[in-house]
């Protein structure tokens, strides 16, 4: 088995914790809207500005309109940027632990949102290789963004590890031979990567 060169993770709901209904309740709170209303004109045009064919301000735009109603956009920006995404400080402790010998990648489906918490949290420092979605133009579990990061590390798929906590993304990383570990919790990623002999 060769040794594993570079490990991959997922943000959202790994590096952070995801928190969605938080996200929407807030949504509901300033908007006046359902929440089955807002989860659907958030989901409209999401795979869009993950892959940067579209810009944060056509993003909002048509989230309004799916809402029919007029929110300033920087209001929104606001109710995402503080309820969507908590630092999963345990995950944070293990990528930098791994660093110490071995290189980090970003693997993310994203949007510039992420751009504001880097200056936040400072997640970018965290990685050796950024391939967030809104910056490389792909999105999982397209299997070109996990070829990306093997050009990018210089590496076999079987010096890569893939952390996730989507079945299909990982499905997608195993179909290139990639390994990869469906996340849970950072107890349970903890034990795999120690069972890898990766801390």
């Not at 070109?144 to 798929?157: E, G, Q, Y």
């Not at 299909?168 to 795999?192: C, F, M, P, T």
Request: aromatic share 8%; net charge positive; hydrophobic share 40%.
């Amino acid at each position: 088995m060769a040794a594993i060169k570079v490990v991959a993770f997922d943000i959202g709901g790994v590096y952070f914790r995801w928190t969605h209904g938080k996200y929407l309740r807030a949504l509901r709170g300033k908007t006046g809207v359902g929440i089955t209303k807002l989860r659907g004109a958030d989901r409209n045009h999401l795979r869009e500005l993950h892959v940067g064919t579209i810009t944060e301000n056509d993003y909002w735009n048509e989230f309004c309109k799916s809402i029919e109603k007029k929110v300033p956009h920087a209001e929104l920006h606001k109710v995402i940027d503080k309820n969507l995404f908590a630092v999963n400080k345990s995950v944070v402790t293990l990528v930098r632990r791994l660093r110490k010998n071995h290189k980090t990648a970003l693997l993310a489906n994203q949007t510039p949102v992420l751009d504001r918490l880097d200056k936040k949290w400072g997640v970018y420092k965290d990685f050796d290789y950024n391939l967030s979605s809104h910056i490389v133009k792909l999105q999982k579990p397209d299997p070109a963004i996990f070829k990306l990061l093997l050009r990018k590390a210089r590496v076999k798929p079987s010096e890569a590890l893939f952390v996730d906590d989507q079945q299909k993304n990982i499905d997608a990383a195993k179909k290139l031979g990639i390994d990869a570990v469906l996340y849970r919790n950072a107890r349970q990623l903890g034990k795999e990567l120690r069972e890898r002999k990766l801390l």
